[in-house]
């Protein structure tokens, strides 16, 4: 369909000028739609753009700027999708594309040649950022990674059907589109690829690998990427076709690629919105995933930033898990629950979040950064390091004997990052020191680490003078604990001189780690005391759902008959739906309803479904 030939070098001349006098940023002139790199492969790409009258499509190329070869396209169209053929692996290569009066050049590197290491760049749910990726300089930060390409899950704009929304897509990341590829896995906001295909600009738009939607993939270096839209994520086809595929490949790293999370907190609300515990829906994908040693699950929809411990057979397994990371391209996680490793903070970070991943030799290493809203920059939230063997963390806990300064800093940065469950009780000593950066990095590293082994050890610092160290030591004990320090906990947690950040993360710990009794006589006595402080008794509704059992359910209606503040009593009715099985949405009326003779009516409700189910369990 498509050919290239040479042309003159007078015709390359005339092409670099007007290439020079191109429009500049968001005047696309005579463009609908710019010019944008699909399907980068090691001999060709594709180039795909709209004008906004019918016109011949052509593109010029060159490995210089003198450009020396045409691939042309359909005669007559407005939308142009152009694949250049026939190029060297690894190489780089100058374009122009010229629509109506206007001129758009770009370069593109196709494919690496080899299965060497690589870099590439995550993002999600771009579609909700309005200005800010312009307004933060965000690709600018990017930039200093050299990524090879942008790896998205959807959602680029708010109704993928409507024709008229796509323009501000393309102009926000037009210093991004025409230099690199931005691969993307369709999310439910670019619409169906099945109802109503004439609406649906993102095929029309874009160019999967492979044998394209709804199952693609591709290799790029040392990763073999396999992406999934959303329609299929959790179905038999997307599960029977990865258990067939992924074996054959030989790629030193898997990677998949989807909107929907396997496993996610959700949003932070009351009723666990998005909440997935890869235990229903999704667990035939993570399944596959376990059979099939996927490196890393890459998923958005959830407009959180949430990474997971690594996680084989629904337990964490730091050596051979998969490394589940949700990046929706917002900040509003819920609370974490028993795969969080990290997650978002909420209101002191902002939109746009990126997340820089680089497949190495024997590792993988991976950054996140969002905006601060505190400092008004672009900071970093996350690092992690994972490894298959064990002789890689083994080397760098050896570089801790001895080191000093700088190199020691380093040294316990690095151990953060590996998560290296060995590490943290030579960390410990490192708490005691004078250097507040060196303290402040131990105790996030032994926070990233997680691990009850040094639990015993880190309840002596929740009082420590230093609000970082007490919080990531908080932190460390919500993700690992051992039921002993239960009563060191419920201490600081009643103390009422602790900071706020401190008291939530040690109810985690409880509701997580902590015994049961203990736990659930601290949490109702919180609930009851409407005096404690606000975030501090809806933590410990939340926690309630999880460790309240059947046998203290008139507790739990007694507190939800008397509660004053929304987010405690949607929770408690969350936790009466759960312990009782009667739904109702505490959302709906519910929620304007008064304490007192104004939940009565609820209760009934609840009430009566258990005596109908006990006298169902009396009659069998």
Not at 87 to 114: I, M, N, Q, W
Not at 519 to 529: F, G, P, Q, V
Not at 563 to 591: C, D, H
Request: proline content about 4%.
């Amino acid at each position: 369909m498509y050919r290239s030939i040479p042309h003159t070098g007078l015709l390359s001349a005339a092409l670099v000028t007007l290439a020079a006098l191109s429009t500049p940023a968001h005047a696309a002139q005579d463009f609908h739609i710019i010019p944008h790199l699909n399907n980068i492969t090691k001999d060709g790409a594709t180039l795909i753009w709209e004008s906004k009258e019918p016109q011949d499509g052509a593109v010029q190329y060159g490995l210089t700027e003198n450009l020396d070869k045409t691939a042309t396209g359909e005669a007559g169209a407005t939308i142009h999708r152009i694949r250049i053929e026939g190029l060297e692996a690894e190489t780089k290569y100058h374009y122009s594309v010229k629509c109506g009066d206007t001129v758009r050049p770009g370069s593109f590197t196709t494919a690496p040649a080899t299965a060497r290491p690589i870099t590439f760049l995550l993002i999600g749910d771009s579609r909700r950022w309005s200005n800010r990726w312009e307004e933060t300089k965000m690709a600018d930060h990017i930039a200093q990674w050299n990524p090879e390409f942008y790896l998205t899950m959807g959602d680029l704009v708010p109704s993928g059907h409507n024709y008229d929304q796509w323009p501000e897509h393309f102009n926000r990341f037009e210093d991004v589109i025409g230099d690199m590829w931005m691969v993307t896995a369709r999310g439910n906001h670019e619409g169906s690829q099945v109802f109503d295909q004439d609406q649906d600009w993102f095929a029309k738009y874009h160019e999967l690998p492979g044998d394209g939607e709804p199952l693609s993939d591709f290799t790029w270096g040392n990763t073999h990427f396999s992406l999934i839209s959303f329609e299929q994520t959790a179905s038999q086809a997307t599960v029977e076709w990865l258990d067939k595929n992924l074996p054959t490949q030989d790629a030193k790293w898997k990677v998949t690629a989807h909107h929907f999370p396997v496993y996610c907190t959700g949003y932070e609300s009351p009723v666990d919105k998005r909440k997935e515990m890869g235990t229903s829906t999704f667990k035939p994908l993570a399944d596959s995933l376990d059979r099939n040693n996927v490196t890393l699950d890459l998923a958005g929809h959830t407009h959180i930033y949430e990474r997971l411990h690594a996680i084989r057979d629904g337990k964490r397994n730091d050596k051979e898990g998969t490394m589940y990371v949700i990046n929706g391209g917002d900040i509003g996680a819920n609370y974490p629950d028993w795969f969080t490793a990290t997650n978002d903070y909420g209101k002191p970070y902002d939109q746009p979040t990126y997340t820089v991943f680089h497949m190495g030799e024997d590792r993988v290493w991976f950054r996140t950064f969002c905006w601060s809203k505190e400092t008004e920059a672009i900071i970093e939230i996350d690092y992690h390091i994972m490894w298959r063997d064990e002789a890689i963390p083994q080397a760098v806990l050896a570089k801790l004997d001895g080191a000093e300064g700088k190199a020691l800093l380093d040294t316990v940065i690095e151990l953060g990052g590996l998560s290296y469950g060995p590490a943290a009780p030579k960390l410990i000593p490192f708490l005691k020191e004078d250097d507040q950066t060196l303290r402040r990095a131990t105790a996030t590293a032994i926070r990233q680490i997680g691990t009850d082994s040094v639990s015993g050890d880190l309840v002596a610092y929740l009082n420590d003078n230093d609000l970082h160290v007490r919080q990531e030591v908080a932190r460390a004990l919500e993700i690992a604990m051992t039921p002993e320090v239960t009563p060191a906990v419920v201490a600081a947690i009643k103390d009422g001189n602790q900071d706020i950040t401190t008291r939530v993360n040690l109810i985690g710990a409880l509701q997580f780690n902590g015994d049961t009794t203990a736990t659930n006589a601290l949490l109702l006595e919180l609930l009851k005391d409407s005096g404690v402080e606000t975030k501090v008794r809806d933590r410990a509704a939340y926690a309630l759902t999880n460790t309240i059992g059947a046998d203290q359910v008139d507790e739990v209606f007694a507190l939800f008959r008397a509660e004053k503040e929304e987010y405690v009593m949607a929770r408690l009715a969350f936790t009466l739906n759960q312990l009782t099985g009667r739904i109702q949405n505490p959302e709906s009326a519910m929620s304007k309803s008064k304490p007192g003779d104004g939940r009565d009516k609820y209760i009934k409700k609840w009430r009566d479904w258990m005596e109908k189910q006990a006298e169902k369990d009396k009659a069998a």
